[in-house]
């Protein structure tokens, strides 16, 4: 869950303080669907990770922009790998 570095010791390491928590499934998952509006809808069981930083919104527009196409797309993301415990979940 976290990673704290505590200070440096005379040795050059670090102390470390930290918090494992075990997952019994660790994935997210994603729901994609097409849509008879041209543009994305993007839902998330965390709102705050569905704003215009989300990459599954810069994919989306990087997409629209190189092919001048516009589909229609319903992505749902369900977040079940906590963002920032260094398990790849920032990058779902």
Known sequence: MYLRI??????????????????????????????SSPGL?????????????????TAYFAFTRQT???PGVSVHLEKNIPPGAGLGGGSA
């Open 41 to 57: 809808v993007l839902t998330c069981t965390h709102p705050d990770l569905c704003g215009k930083d989300n990459i599954l919104h």
């Open 6 to 35: 505590l200070g440096r010791r005379d040795d050059g390491y670090h102390d470390l303080q930290s918090l494992f928590v075990p997952l019994a499934h660790p994935s997210d998952r994603l729901t994609i669907r097409g849509t």
């Open 68 to 70: 001048g196409w516009r």
